[in-house]
């Protein structure tokens, strides 16, 4: 499989709301997304698998701060490396660090973002819903900063 990362314009819209309605309980808008694509500090990447939209990934950046709003995978296409490709794809922007929310229960995820070096720096109690859930807070450092790892 053939796995493209590009800069997601406004022409990709109705794929993107075809992936949140696909991954999440309470997706984005076509209206939200938009204007996500139009922000000058938020870019969003959408990975095309052999030429299908498959996944997308959004990071606000300010002053060197990243800030990842969402990473979903089509359901087919997962555990094929397209978040891992679209993770690699943000960490090419000038950042200071990246930060991620992640479901506690994701435990893929989870393995996923330690094993591209981001640590667990916090929690979030009832950060999601539909269902309930808390998130784990996770970041990892571009430049030389301190760090304390959550446990």
């Known amino acids: 499989m053939d796995i493209a990362i590009k800069t ?3 022409d990709d819209v109705a794929d993107i709301l075809k992936i949140e ?7 984005w808008t ?3 997304i938009r204007e996500s694509i139009e922000n000058e500090n938020t870019r969003l990447y959408i990975a095309l698998a052999d030429g299908k939209a498959a ?4 990071v606000q950046i300010f002053s060197g701060e990243g800030y990842v709003t969402n990473v979903a995978t089509l359901p087919e296409f997962r555990r094929q490396g ?3 490709a679209l993770i690699n794809r943000v960490l090419q922007n000038k950042m200071d660090f990246l930060t991620l929310e992640v479901r506690e229960g994701n435990k ?3 393995s996923l973002y330690e094993s591209l070096g981001f640590e667990r720096v916090g929690f979030r109690p009832h950060f999601y819903r539909n269902p309930d ?3 784990v807070l996770m970041t990892k450092y571009l430049l030389n900063c301190p760090t304390t790892p959550i446990e």
Request: charged fraction near 10%.
């Open 55 to 58: 996944g997308y990934m959004g």
């Open 133 to 135: 859930e808390n998130a």
């Open 30 to 32: 076509e209206q939200g």
């Open 8 to 10: 997601a314009t406004v």
């Open 21 to 27: 309605q696909a991954c999440f309980s309470t997706p």
């Open 108 to 110: 893929a995820a989870i």
């Open 82 to 84: 397209i978040a891992k």
